[in-house]
Every structure is written in structure tokens, then in C-alpha cells.
């Protein structure tokens, strides 16, 4: 092996190290002003009417529900997208739980047999007032959900006002939603 | 005498003993000045003093309550156990940045004490490059994470512990792990001051080996431990979910492993001596990301830590002056260390030349998995998730050939080998691989865990047929057996111990791919059937515990009529933090474990329903039991080094008796 080889092979890791870290920094420093957020997934429906659908229920949860039913509402919805395959989805029902007892929350099934969804509801009690089943994930393309948990903050009348990708809590709750429930 | 004052000066202290411990022998080193490199062991053990000291002052500050400091207020309760007490002073960010420092220290402590055979220089570069890293991390603690800060007014109680927290198993999980992370610093301090003196030989490979290999035991108990504690606390049957903070800690693993490896041939042949450095950095740097950047906030995990991106600055920096500074030093220092041993590819030094390559390349797959999704939405905005299905299709292929190799690695000889006099050692494994393929055809389904499992018992059996043919069984008389057997050398013995395990997990990493599981509502009395096994529900019954409430169903478990067990999960109501857990019940026979979870109550009177979660994972004790083989074989090994590094000096003792 010749010098310059061996010297652009030993200067690999610390290059490689080095575009990580302004990664990391880019990351961080972008954090602190906003601009960038894990958790945060920007979703092109929000200002706009709910797609239109209707799914079956879960066994034993009731019926399911439709876009129309949605929109007849005459409180604001929280429509919350859910899996028992998902592990966030489990951190977040504790929260969902506190946040059902002020506003009412509808969850959908996404891309889940309807058996376990209904099991993984009813393990710890459900914070849902409506359940359906989005077997195939159709429903969710629609809404431009790109992963699970994901929620949206549904006005009477059908119109999407806020969306979240993060696990819900309380403190979400208070921040971001309850502001906006003010307005309606 | 321990109150939260005199830990915070303690702290303080320790870190300008650090500062002191880096400058002063590396100075001395380059003036070859034999005095002020000698400081650096007392300088190590003074850190040492210091640092536990501070560390027992945040233990008593938990102990008698005393809620004036912000830690124990926002973390601990008067209601809480006193062990609890005591292992939550590291359940949260700052108490363990101050176990993680601690825990350096006492690696510091350890060179100084262990490390007497060392040439001075080495030692004391090796303690200053510990002392710099030590350093840096105190003064992250004392700036940004200060466990000793006070509040005013005091609170009258603490806010309590999560619940999911007071568990004796994650109770001695975090120190285990982090003595993992951290004992990769003496090697990564290796690296350095041989960067530094610019020499890297076999003695440097002798010296740098136990250090890898105890590092390398602790963190695979602490990672085995902390899958144990997510599949028994959880209640979610799962026992890893390829999250980033569980990746974090599997990403060292591997290189570690690759370092253990690698280190062998610096030792017995001269050779890899670049590579091995560079692992020794590498994973020293991955700990270090690994535990740090999961508390930055970056990496999106359920593993909830407190986020503060303004910390997140301070421990880049840090990482980078770390990680960026070995690097570098490595860029300009490792082109001038040069091999000397000549191996042809098929020899032991091949097939560990091989082992690196895979597990490298299984650590890169890791790697980019955790690293691809903050990175795709920095650079395209895009926000995506990547889960089980990437990391299942990019390792399982990789492994295979991993094992494949663990198999016929240890019966090479080094430098060259002849195939065919290898194969003939290795028949009697491969017709016991060859059942364990139809076994696994019989009781498996899917062709990767079929492949897994059969190559799993081939390494399990290769070891074992490989230990027998050294201590000459059916070759020579049982007198001569019991002297080949004294004087295998440990390592072997280890080596052997360790790849079993390793094939252990993969059998029960195999059966676990098997498990079946369901979810069913039933009234009191009904029976449902679950793979063969019928399940009852018998009775549910309420109590009331210290600090919760409590759910508690009796299940029976019969096969075939006969009764197996019965199980008494648990589901309990935490009032004071609204918080529910789940108490999983387990019964196992080592071969099969049973696993019953209670959920919802629905209904009153006679229409009472209650949702259950059965499982049946076949051979998931095996995952944890193999973990713990493969650290005592670990153990096994070091017990080796110990006594051949003490060797020279207990000769020299002898030697002295005599005259």
C-alpha cells in the first residue's frame, strides 16, 4: 500500500466523523430556533376539509365512522391514528387517556389486524370515543399520515386546524391544542 | 459530613485533580521526566477519592430526603423503598452523568492499580488521555447537569420515581451498562498514547486486551439485562424494538466485539495493528455518542430523557474535541505504525480478519438505520421512520456467514492453514449441524430462522468438538486428558464459553421468531386455547398495595388436561403519578416460557369481561442465558491475562526466595 493511500484511508474516519458532527450541530442549532424537530412532521392537509371515507368498526367497539359523521360533529374532534404494532403508539395512550376526558378523540386503526387493534384499545382502557379500522392504510394516504402516532385537530364542519406527529401528552395538549379549541 | 455542599466541592475538586491528571503527565512524557509522569497514578486514585465521595454525598442526599436539592426532589419520595432511594440517584440525567464520570474514575483508578507492569510512560499517558476525558465530563456535569442544585423554598415530599422504574433489574441496569460504555476508555486511552509514542506491538495488544474483554463482558450483561427488564416490565412480549437508545448500546457491542477480536492478532502476531486502533477509537466514540446524543434530543426514541438542546451544544463540543482529537491524532499517526505479520487468508488471522468484516459491516447497517432518519428530514425535510423490517433484512444475511465462520475460526492454525486437515476436525460438528438443520426444518418455520438456528448449533457444536480434539479426547488416556485439560490455556476455555453462548442467543432469538400470541376477552371461567395449551381464567381479585392499587387474575395453564401452572399477572393503578403498569406473569421450563398479561375490565355483575394477552415464546430464556455465557467466558478469559501478566513478577518473587 502506498503513502497516499494509506494516508486518505487513516483521514476516512475523522472526515467522516466530521461531516456527522456539522450534522449534529445543524441539528441541534436548528432545534434551539425551531426550525427543526424530531418529532415534527409537516402535513400538506392542515386549513383544508377531511378527505372523504368510511370504515367498519373494530370487534366489539362499535360501528366505525364516516367523513360525514365526522363533519356533523358539533364539537371539535381529535382524530388520533393508531397501531398495536407501534411502540410510541403505546407510550401515548396514558396521555390520550387524560386529554379524552376534555374533548372527545376518535381513533382509526392504521394497518392493523382488527383483532389486535381492538385487543390493544381495551388493554388498558380506551381513550376513544369512536374507533374504525383502516385495514389497508387507504384512509391514512388521504389524510397524509406518514407513520403512527399521528393526530389531527378536526373543527365542526370537517376542516383540519392543526396536525401532530408526536406521542400526545398532556403537555401537548395545553400547548397546542387547547389554544386552538379557543377559536372555534 | 454529606451533605449536598461538600458533594458539589468534591466534584469540583475531582475535576481540577482530572485537569491536573491529563496536563502534568503528558507533559512529563514529552520531557522525559520521570517524576512528573510517576504523579499520574496518585493523581488517578486522588480523582478517584474525590469523585466518590461527591457520588456518595448525592447517595445520602436521597437517603434522608433531603428535598433542598432539585435532583432528589423532582426524582425520589418519602414513600419510596430505600434501595429505590438509593439506585434512583442514577435513574435520572443528572445523578448518571455523575455514575458515568464515577465510573471513569474508578477505570483511572483501575490502570493505576492493575497497571503496575506497564512502562511508566504508557501508564501515565494512558491515565493523563483518562484524566482529559474525565475532565470534560465533570465539568459537563457541573455546568449543565448539576445534580447537587438547590431549591427554595424546600419541597415538603419529593415528586416520586416512575413507577416503571422501581424494578430491581433497571435498578442495576444503567451502572452495568455504563461500566460497559465507560471500559472502553482504557482501551481508546491505549489507542491514543500509542498514537502518541507512535509504536504499537504485541506487548501494547497484551496490555490493551483485558480491558477490551472486561468492557466487552459488562456491556453485554448490561445490554442483555436491559432486553430482560423491556421483555418482563413492558408486558409487551417484545424484547428488542431497534430503538435508537438500545441501538446506541448495540453499536459499541459490535465494534467491541470486533476490537476483542482484532486484539488477538496484535498480540499473537503483530499484524491488524492500524485496524485495531482505530476499532479501540471507534468504540470508545460510539459509546460516547451513543450515550450522549440520546439525551440531546436528536434521536427520536421512546426512551424518555430530559431533552435540552443548549446540553446537547456542550456535549457536542465535547464529543468533538474527544472523538475529533483521536481522529485526528489517528489521521496523522497510524500511516507510521506498520505490520509485520504475514498471513495467508485461510489461517486463524484470516477468519478474524473476516469476523471484523462482518461485524463492521453489520455496525454500519445499524448505524445508518438510527442515523438515516434525523439526517433524510435535516437534508429533505422528509420525516420517515425506519424499523424491524430494515434491520431484520440487513443483518440476518450478514450473520449468517458470521457464524458459519465463529465455527471453523477457532480450529485454524495461525498463519496457514490446510483446508482439508481443518474439515477433518470438523465433521463431527457438521453432522450435528446437519440434525440441528432438521430439527429446525421440523420445529421452524421461514427460512432465515431455519438458517440461523441450524448454523447456531453448528457454532455451538464446533466449539465444543473443538475444545475435546485439544485435550485429546479418544486420543489419549484419561490421566493424559486431565493434564491436557489444566494446561488449555483459560482463553481457550473462554473463547469456547463465549461462542457458545453466542449461539445460544441465536437458537433463542430463533424461537422467539416462532412466538404466537393472543388477545382475548373472556368471562371468569372460560378457556381459551393458545398453541395447545388451554388458558383459564379462574378469578380476579383487587388488593391494595403500598403506593397502588391492584388488579390481580388467577390463569390456569393446562396441557392436555393437565395442569401446568398458574399464572397471577397483575395490572396496578399508581395514583399519586396516574400511572398504570402492567405486572407480567411468566412461567418458565427453560424451554418454553408462558407469559400472561391482565388488561381492561369491561362490564359489571355476571357480563364482566376481562382482555388478556397470552403468549407462548419458545426458547426466550435462552437470549438472556446465552448473554450471560458469553460474559463468563469473558471472565474465564480474563482470569488468563491476569495471571500471565502477574506472571514475570511472581517469577521474579521465586526467583529472589531462592537466592
Known amino acids: 500500500m502506498n503513502a497516499t493511500r494509506r494516508g486518505i484511508l487513516t483521514a476516512a474516519p475523522i472526515i467522516g466523523a466530521g461531516v456527522l458532527g456539522v450534522g449534529f450541530w445543524r441539528m441541534l442549532s436548528d432545534m434551539r430556533s425551531g426550525a427543526f424537530d424530531p418529532r415534527a412532521i409537516k402535513n400538506p392537509n392542515v386549513g383544508k376539509p377531511i378527505p372523504s371515507f368510511a370504515m367498519p368498526g373494530l370487534p366489539g367497539l362499535g360501528d366505525g365512522f364516516t367523513d360525514a359523521e365526522l363533519k356533523a360533529q358539533h364539537r371539535p374532534v381529535l382524530v388520533n391514528f393508531f397501531a398495536s404494532w407501534c411502540i ?13 376526558r376534555n374533548m372527545p378523540i376518535w381513533g382509526i386503526a392504521y394497518e392493523d389486524k382488527p383483532e389486535n387493534a381492538a385487543g390493544f384499545v381495551q388493554r388498558d382502557g380506551s381513550p376513544y370515543a369512536r374507533v374504525a379500522s383502516d385495514r389497508h392504510g387507504r384512509v391514512a394516504i388521504d389524510w397524509g399520515v406518514t407513520g403512527v402516532p399521528e393526530s389531527f385537530l378536526v373543527a365542526p364542519g370537517g376542516r383540519i386546524i392543526w396536525h401532530g406527529s408526536a406521542a400526545l401528552d398532556p403537555q401537548i395538549y395545553e400547548a397546542e391544542i387547547r389554544p386552538r379549541l379557543a377559536g372555534l | 459530613m454529606f451533605g449536598p455542599e461538600q458533594g458539589h466541592f468534591a466534584l469540583a475538586l475531582a475535576c481540577v485533580l482530572a485537569l491536573v491528571q491529563f496536563a502534568v503527565p503528558l507533559w512529563g512524557a514529552s520531557r522525559r521526566d520521570a517524576r512528573l509522569v510517576g504523579l499520574a497514578p496518585y493523581l488517578a486514585v486522588s480523582q478517584l477519592i474525590a469523585l466518590g465521595y461527591s457520588f456518595l454525598c448525592l447517595v445520602m442526599c436521597a437517603v434522608s430526603d433531603d428535598f433542598s436539592v432539585q435532583n432528589v426532589a423532582a426524582n425520589s419520595a418519602v414513600s419510596k423503598p430505600l434501595l429505590y432511594k438509593i439506585t434512583g440517584v442514577w435513574g435520572n440525567h443528572e445523578g448518571s452523568v455523575l455514575l458515568w ?3 471513569l474514575a474508578v477505570c483511572g483508578g483501575a490502570v ?3 497497571g503496575r507492569n506497564l512502562p511508566d510512560i504508557l501508564r501515565g499517558r494512558v491515565l493523563a488521555i483518562l484524566g482529559g476525558v474525565s475532565a470534560g465530563f465533570q465539568m459537563f456535569c457541573l455546568l449543565t447537569s448539576d445534580p447537587f442544585d438547590r431549591v427554595f423554598p424546600a419541597p415538603m415530599d419529593g415528586q416520586g420515581m416512575n413507577p416503571l422504574l422501581q424494578d430491581p433489574g433497571l435498578a442495576f441496569h444503567p451502572p452495568i451498562l455504563y461500566t460497559g460504555y465507560v471500559g472502553f476508555a482504557v482501551p481508546f486511552a491505549f489507542a491514543v498514547a500509542a498514537l502518541i509514542e507512535g509504536r504499537v506491538d504485541a506487548a501494547w495488544g497484551r496490555w490493551v486486551r483485558p480491558w477490551a474483554v472486561a468492557a466487552w463482558c459488562f456491556l453485554t450483561c448490561g445490554i442483555a439485562l436491559g432486553s430482560w427488564w423491556s ?3 413492558l408486558g409487551w412480549g ?3 424494538f431497534w430503538d ?11 465494534t467491541g466485539t470486533a476490537l476483542v477480536h482484532s486484539a488477538i492478532v ?5 499484524g491488524l495493528k492500524i485496524w485495531t486502533v482505530l476499532l479501540a477509537i471507534a468504540t470508545f466514540s460510539f459509546s460516547l455518542s451513543g450515550t450522549f446524543l440520546v439525551r440531546s434530543g436528536i434521536l427520536n426514541s421512546v426512551h424518555a430523557f430530559a431533552n435540552d438542546p443548549a446540553r446537547g451544544v456542550f456535549i457536542l463540543a465535547l464529543l468533538a474535541i474527544v472523538i475529533g482529537g483521536s481522529l485526528a491524532l489517528f489521521a496523522w499517526r497510524a500511516p507510521s505504525l506498520t505490520s509485520t505479520g504475514l498471513f495467508s487468508p485461510v489461517s486463524r488471522e484470516g477468519s478474524l480478519v473476516l469476523n471484523n468484516i462482518l461485524l463492521c459491516s453489520i455496525c454500519a447497517v445499524v448505524v445508518t438505520g438510527t442515523m438515516y432518519p434525523p439526517f433524510m428530514q435535516l437534508l429533505a425535510g422528509r420525516t420517515i421512520s425506519v424499523g424491524k423490517p430494515f434491520f431484520d433484512a440487513a443483518t440476518i444475511p450478514l ?3 458470521l457464524l458459519l465462520a465463529m465455527g471453523v475460526g477457532t480450529a485454524l492454525p495461525w498463519k496457514r492453514a490446510q483446508l482439508a486437515r481443518t474439515f477433518s476436525h470438523l465433521y463431527a460438528a457438521a453432522g450435528i449441524a446437519a440434525v440441528g438443520l432438521v430439527l429446525c426444518f421440523w420445529k421452524l418455520s421461514g427460512i432465515l430462522p431455519i438458517a440461523c438456528g441450524a448454523l447456531a448449533v453448528w457454532v455451538i457444536a464446533a466449539s465444543v468438538s473443538d475444545v475435546l480434539r485439544r485435550i485429546g479426547i479418544g486420543h489419549t488416556s484419561a490421566q493424559g486428558v486431565w493434564e491436557r485439560m489444566k494446561n488449555l490455556p483459560r482463553s481457550s476455555w473462554g473463547a469456547a464459553l463465549a461462542h457458545i453462548g453466542a449461539g445460544i442467543t441465536i437458537l433463542g432469538l430463533c424461537g422467539m421468531s416462532q412466538a404466537e400470541h393472543a388477545i382475548v376477552e373472556v368471562h371468569i371461567g372460560e378457556t381459551r386455547s393458545l398453541a395447545g395449551d388451554d388458558w383459564t381464567l379462574l378469578d380476579v381479585h383487587d388488593y391494595i398495595g403500598p403506593n397502588y392499587k391492584a388488579m390481580q387474575a388467577d390463569i390456569a395453564i393446562r396441557h392436555n388436561g393437565k395442569l401446568v401452572t398458574i399464572l397471577h399477572p397483575e395490572k396496578r393503578d399508581f395514583t399519586t403519578q396516574s400511572q398504570t403498569t402492567t405486572e407480567v406473569a411468566i412461567h418458565t421450563n427453560f424451554i418454553t416460557d408462558l407469559y400472561g398479561v391482565v388488561g381492561d375490565r369491561h362490564g359489571t355483575g355476571k357480563d364482566t369481561t376481562y382482555v388478556l394477552r397470552l403468549h407462548r415464546n419458545p426458547l426466550a430464556p435462552w437470549m438472556w442465558l446465552g448473554g450471560l455465557i458469553m460474559a463468563i467466558g469473558g471472565a474465564f478469559s480474563l482470569s488468563d491475562r491476569r495471571m500471565r501478566i502477574g506472571a514475570p513478577k511472581r517469577a521474579a518473587a521465586r526467583n529472589m526466595a531462592r537466592a
Open chain 2, 231 to 233: 421483555y418482563y416490565v
Open chain 1, 88 to 100: 410510541p403508539c403505546v407510550a401515548e395512550m396514558p396521555g390520550l387517556r387524560a386529554i379524552s
Open chain 2, 112 to 114: 493505576s492499580l492493575f
Open chain 2, 244 to 254: 435508537p437508545v438500545e441501538n446506541a448500546s448495540l453499536i459499541p457491542w459490535l
Open chain 2, 101 to 103: 464520570t464515577l465510573i
Open chain 2, 238 to 240: 417484545g424484547y428488542w
Open chain 2, 399 to 401: 450473520t449468517l456467514p
Open chain 2, 266 to 270: 496484535v498480540e499473537k502476531r503483530e
